[in-house]
Nanobody, 121 residues
């Protein structure tokens, strides 16, 4: 059983940056492939980024590629999402989650509670 808690969200102007963090507890964090997802109002939850268990490989949704960077620190049981050049369409609730396989875009068994990111124009 893994518990995931996101932090770092908030309100930012378009073109700005935010860094989300997700702290994990209760499981073998370093063995999990991790991902970030988001859900905007009235839309389905969508994949944003994935990172391998070691942190050496990453992949992204086309909509964020080149602007967002996923990273992790297995010694601290954390995964982060650095978001640069933010756009109003990035406004959503962001979730960290485990992924069942590398390259997959569907979440695994464990989710955080989500954190709001709002980008003003």
């Amino acid at each position: 059983q893994v518990q995931l808690v996101e932090s770092g969200g908030g309100l930012v102007q378009a073109g700005g940056s935010l860094r989300l963090s997700c702290a994990a507890s209760g499981g073998a964090f370093s063995s999990y492939i991790m991902g970030w997802f988001r859900q905007a109002p009235g839309k389905e939850r969508e994949f944003v980024a994935g990172i391998s268990s070691s942190g050496g490989r990453r992949y992204y949704a086309d909509s964020v590629k080149g602007r967002f960077t996923a990273s992790r620190d297995n010694a601290k049981n954390t995964v982060a999402l650095q978001m640069n050049s933010l756009k109003p369409e990035d406004t959503a609730v962001y979730y960290c989650a485990t992924l069942p396989s590398y390259g997959g875009r569907r979440p695994g068994d464990y989710w955080g509670q989500g954190i709001q990111v709002t980008v003003s124009s």
